[in-house]
C-alpha cells in the first residue's frame, strides 16, 4: 500500500559513506533528518543512514498534522504527571511546531493552517473530549468549545484550538534531505545499521559488513534498534490506518475524536483540487485477527458520512507509545554518552520529534533544553510501572499463546494475498502467497523470538511483541529487529 505522500519519485541520497563522521545519526524519517540538519548547521561532519528510503517508515506514512492539540494527549499526561512535566511537554512541542512551520516558509514547504478539533462522536465520549478541553486550558493551550462545527459525520461537541498545521510529510523530508546536504551532510539510503559494539571505538555495523565510527551516534529508528535501555519493553507499537478520497467538500479542520473507534480527519490539497483523508482503527501490531478489515471499517464509515468519496490511496503505519504519554529522549544507558535515542511520540510525532531533534542537538553540544530538564523529572509512579508491567504481561500472553499452533502439513497452501503459520516440528512456519509468490519463512521473530501473524493489509509478518515486521521474504521492514527472518526459504 502506498500513502498518499508517498505516490512520488523516491527522494534522492547520496551513495558513499566516510569511514568516521562526527556524528552518525540512524534513520530518515523527522527525527533523523532534523536532528542531521541541525547538527550540520552547526559545522558538524554528519551521516543519515537509512535502512530503506527517505520516509519509508512513519513519517511518509502519517496523517501530516502538525498541531499542539493532539487527540486527548494532554489529559492522559497531566492524569500521570505533575503539571510542570506537563507544561514542558506543550512547551517542547510548541517548539518543535514553530521550527517546522518556520522551516517551512524558509524553504517554500507547502502547508495549511487549520483548527485542531478533538470531539466527541457521541455523548458517551464527552467527558474524555471535556477533560482535554480543561487540559489544555490548564496547560496554557487558548482552546475553546464548539458544541457543533457543521460536519457530516456524528459530532456531539469537541475542544479546538485555531492556527495549527497541516503538511505533506514527504514534501517535508525531501526538504530536509536537500538543505542537509547543502550543509555539507550526507544521507544514504538502503544501508541498514545492525549493531554499534559495546566497547572501544564508537561506530555502527553495517549489514554489508562495513562499519563507519563517530563521535555521537542519534538512533532515530522509531524504537532504538539497539537494546541497552529496554526500550521496546517500555513503549507499545501502535498501527492504525489511514485512505484518501476524491469529494468534493472535506472539512476544512483536523479533527480527531476522543472516543473509540478513533476517527481522524483532515483535507489535503491536490492537482485534482482538496481530497478528503480519513484515518483511526489503531491496534497493537500483530494483535487482530485482519488489518484488512480494520481499513475496510473506515471505507464503510466514509461511504456513510461522505457519500460518493473515492478512494484514491490506502495505507497504514505504526508508532511507539509510553505508558505516560512523554516520549523518551536523550542519552542511550550504557552508550557511554556517546548513542542517543528519541521515541514514544504515541502518533504526534511531527512537534515531537522535531522537539527531540533540538534536545539532542543541545545535549550534543553540552547544553539542554529548559523543558528537557523538566520532562527528565517525571515519575513512574506505581500506577506508571503498572502500566508498563500491562505492556508486558501482553507480551507473556503472546508468547503463551504462540505455542499452541498446529502442525503445517494440516494447514492448506495459502491463497493469494494469504499468510498461514503453522508448526513444521518444534519451528513456528511461515508460508505465504504474494503476486503468485508462495514464500516459507520461520516465523519467528529475530529480535525477541516471537511469534509472527500475517497482515492482510499489507501483506508482512508482524511481531505481536514489539512491532518488528518483515516481508514475505523475511526481510526487515521496520521494528527493533535488525536481522531478517532466518531459514527463510523460497519454495516456489
Ligand atoms: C497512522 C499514523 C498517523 C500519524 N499522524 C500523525 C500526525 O498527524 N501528526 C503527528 O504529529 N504525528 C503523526 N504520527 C506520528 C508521526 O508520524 C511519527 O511519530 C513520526 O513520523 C516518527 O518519526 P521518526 O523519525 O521517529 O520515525 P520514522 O519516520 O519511522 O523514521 C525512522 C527511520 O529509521 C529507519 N531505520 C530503522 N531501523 C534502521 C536501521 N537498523 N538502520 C538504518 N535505518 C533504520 C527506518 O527505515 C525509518 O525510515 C502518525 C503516526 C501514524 C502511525
Redesign the pocket.
Known amino acids: 500500500m502506498t500513502s498518499l505522500w508517498r505516490d512520488r519519485t523516491p527522494v534522492e541520497t547520496d551513495a558513499h559513506l566516510d569511514e568516521r563522521y562526527d556524528d552518525i545519526v540512524?534513520?530518515?524519517?523527522?527525527?533523523?533528518?532534523v536532528t542531521g540538519l541541525l547538527l550540520a548547521r552547526s559545522g558538524r561532519h554528519v551521516a543519515v543512514?537509512?535502512?530503506?528510503?527517505?520516509?519509508?517508515?512513519?513519517?511518509?506514512?502519517?496523517?501530516?498534522?502538525?498541531?499542539l492539540l493532539?487527540g486527548t494527549r494532554l489529559s492522559r499526561i497531566l492524569e500521570r504527571q505533575s503539571e510542570a512535566v506537563a507544561r514542558a511537554y506543550v512547551e517542547a512541542n510548541r517548539e518543535g511546531q514553530a521550527w517546522l512551520l518556520r522551516f517551512c516558509d524558509e524553504h517554500d514547504v507547502s502547508y495549511q493552517r487549520r483548527t485542531a478539533v478533538t470531539y466527541a462522536a457521541a455523548p458517551q465520549g464527552l467527558d474524555a473530549a471535556r477533560s482535554e478541553h480543561d487540559a489544555a486550558r490548564t496547560l496554557g493551550l487558548d482552546v475553546v468549545w464548539a458544541e457543533s462545527l457543521g460536519v457530516p459525520f456524528p459530532y456531539a461537541g469537541g475542544t479546538t484550538l485555531e492556527d495549527q498545521a497541516?503538511l505533506d510529510?514527504m514534501e517535508l523530508l525531501d526538504t530536509l534531505v536537500g538543505e542537509l546536504r547543502r550543509e555539507g551532510g550526507t544521507v544514504v539510503s538502503g544501508?541498514?545499521?545492525?549493531g554499534a559494539p559495546l566497547t572501544g571505538s564508537t561506530a555502527v555495523h553495517l549489514e554489508d559488513g562495513s562499519q563507519v565510527s563517530a563521535e555521537n551516534v542519534v538512533l532515530?529508528?522509531?524504537v532504538p534498534?539497539l537494546d541497552r535501555g529496554l526500550y521496546f519493553a517500555k513503549v507499545e507499537p501502535?498501527?492504525?490506518?489511514?485512505l484518501a478520497f476524491r469529494h468534493p467538500s472535506p472539512p476544512e479542520l483536523m479533527l480527531i475524536s476522543a472516543d473509540a473507534p478513533t476517527r481522524?480527519v483532515r483535507d489535503a490539497p491536490s492537482c485534482e483540487g482538496r481530497l478528503l483523508l480519513i484515518?483511526g482503527e489503531?491496534h497493537v501490531v500483530g494483535r487482530t485477527r485482519s488489518t484488512a478489515a480494520h481499513l475496510d471499517a473506515l471505507r464503510d464509515w466514509t461511504r456513510e458520512w461522505f457519500p460518493g468519496a473515492e478512494e484514491t490511496h490506502a495505507w497504514?503505519?505504526?508508532?511507539y507509545s509510553s505508558h505516560d504519554g512523554l516520549p523518551f529522549v536523550g542519552a542511550l544507558p550504557r552508550g557511554r554518552g556517546h548513542f542517543y535515542v528519541?521515541?514514544g511520540?504515541?502518533?504526534?510525532?511531527?512537534?515531537?520529534?522535531v522537539a527531540?531533534a533540538l534536545s539532542l542537538t543541545k545535549q550534543i553540544h553540552g547544553q539542554r533544553a529548559g523543558w528537557q530538564t523538566s520532562i527528565s523529572r517525571r515519575i513512574t509512579r506505581p500506577s506508571g510501572a503498572m502500566e508498563i508491567a500491562r505492556l508486558n504481561a501482553a507480551v507473556g500472553v503472546h508468547l503463551v499463546g504462540d505455542l499452541a499452533l498446529a502442525e503445517l502439513r494440516s494447514l492448506r497452501r495459502p491463497s493469494e494475498g494469504e499468510g498461514r503459520v503453522g508448526r513444521r516440528g518444534a519451528l513456528p512456519v511461515g508460508e505465504s502467497c504474494v503476486e503468485g509468490r508462495t514464500c516459507a519463512v520461520v516465523a519467528m521473530c529475530t529480535h525477541l523470538g516471537g511469534t509472527l501473524t500475517w497482515n492482510d493489509a499489507e501483506r508482512s509478518w508482524d511481531c505481536p511483541l514489539h512491532g518488528s515486521r518483515f516481508s514475505p521474504e523475511g526481510d526487515?521492514l521496520?521494528g527493533p529487529a535488525?536481522r531478517p527472518l532466518r531459514n527463510a526459504v523460497t519454495t516456489t
Open positions: 540512524v534513520g530518515a524519517g523527522i527525527t533523523g533528518l543512514i537509512e535502512a530503506r528510503d527517505v520516509g519509508a517508515v512513519t513519517t511518509g506514512n502519517t496523517t501530516g498534522k502538525v498541531s493532539q497541516q510529510a544501508r541498514r545499521v545492525i532515530a529508528t522509531g534498534i501502535d498501527r492504525s490506518y489511514a481522524s484515518g489503531g497504514s503505519a505504526q508508532d528519541a521515541t511520540y504515541g502518533k504526534w510525532g511531527l512537534t515531537n520529534g527531540a526487515v521496520e535488525t
